[in-house]
């Protein structure tokens, strides 16, 4: 895929300093730019490599003024930073509009689908599944029976969705997700022997969630385990059956919440979070990462630390953990002390 620097100028409402029939088909760093490469400078640090750079176009703040000579050719546009990143999202929306079904795949007569669907090879689509306009499922996917998933829903390479699963619009997930598996359900019978609990509900997901690669949704034992609006999940996080995340949270990776949690919007959880199950975590939380959550939470609370402390306690007592050896020192020096007298 290859764009002319008049193209691009066209697309960022930008002006061509150079030659504007200089093609490109890949992005790099300005201080690794190569024939062929687009680039940006948007920060002054890095002003030295617009004249070293091999890059074949640079896109520079209309204020730029070269201080030597330079091989790269310019295009101009207000803010740089925001003209790369609006290109960075033209190029993945061009790269990632596919259509159509690829071959070979399996598709039940009872699934639907809308327009501009893309089917990628060996994908899997169970009974009475409902599929949206403009999603994109890609190979090796699994979509079992009853699954419903809105419109312009993106889900990548090797992603299982089990069966009853509802994914709103505008979601994203990533390859190795699974929604919908098992939860951990056993009851110990007399002898000691876990006997399995059937898991009979379901996940929902709503609109404009991202899912990162490798995390994993349980199905709710009854009912339904829920993901809200919004929601941003980093790759390898655990979140057991009946669990609530509520609308704009956002959770980075291999963070682990136990069943039947309920969590509020607007909260920030760090990674390698663990959270016990049967509790309430209320709106606007900040967790740090490695803490670990085994009471109810109130709106607005800052965490950290195993078990979790507030985030200020938690800070001045870390300074006297620190000095701790020193305090146990002085302290039996004055033991001694008194001994002696």
Not at 139 to 147: A, R, S, T
Not at 149 to 162: Q, R, T
Not at 190 to 218: H, S
Not at 290 to 315: C, F, H, M, T, W
């Amino acid at each position: 895929m290859k764009f002319t620097a008049t193209q691009i100028a066209g697309i960022l409402e930008g002006e061509v300093d150079g030659n504007g029939d200089v093609e490109v088909s890949k992005l790099a760093k300005i201080e690794e730019g190569t024939e062929g490469s687009l680039t940006f400078l948007a920060n002054p640090k890095y002003t030295q490599f617009i004249y070293s750079t091999e890059a074949s176009i640079t896109i520079v703040n209309k204020d730029f003024v070269a201080e030597n000579n330079i091989d790269t050719t310019l295009i101009r546009v207000e803010d740089a930073y925001k003209a790369f990143s609006k290109l960075l999202e033209y190029y993945n929306q061009v790269k990632m509009n596919k259509t159509g079904i690829e071959q070979p795949v399996s598709v039940s007569e009872s699934a639907s689908y809308g327009d501009g669907i893309y089917l990628g090879a060996f994908s899997y689509l169970g009974d009475n599944v409902n599929i949206g306009e403009n999603a994109k499922i890609y190979p090796n996917v699994y979509i079992g029976d009853n699954v419903t998933i809105g419109d312009n829903v993106v889900v990548f390479a090797g992603a299982k969705i089990y069966s009853e699963t509802v994914i709103g619009n505008n979601c994203v997930i990533h390859s190795g997700v699974i929604v919908g598996a098992d939860g951990f359900g056993f009851s110990p019978n007399e002898k000691g022997e876990f006997i399995k609990v059937p898991q009979t509900g379901n996940v929902i997901i709503e609109d404009n969630v991202d899912i990162g690669a490798g995390t994993t949704i349980d199905r709710a034992t009854l009912g339904s385990t829920v993901i809200k609006k919004g929601v941003k999940l980093d790759n390898q996080i655990q979140i057991a059956h009946n669990v609530e995340i509520g609308e704009n949270t956002v959770i980075a990776a291999q963070t682990g919440i136990a069943g039947s949690t309920k969590i509020g919007k607007n909260c920030m959880i760090g990674g390698q979070v663990g959270i016990v199950g049967h509790i309430t975590i209320g709106n606007n939380v900040r967790i740090q990462a490695q803490s670990g959550i085994g009471r109810n939470v109130k709106d607005g609370e800052v965490l950290q630390g195993s078990p979790a402390l507030n985030y200020g306690d938690y800070n001045k007592s870390y300074v006297h953990f620190k000095n701790l050896p020193k305090i146990i020192e002085r302290f039996n020096t004055f033991e001694k002390n008194l001994k002696n007298e």
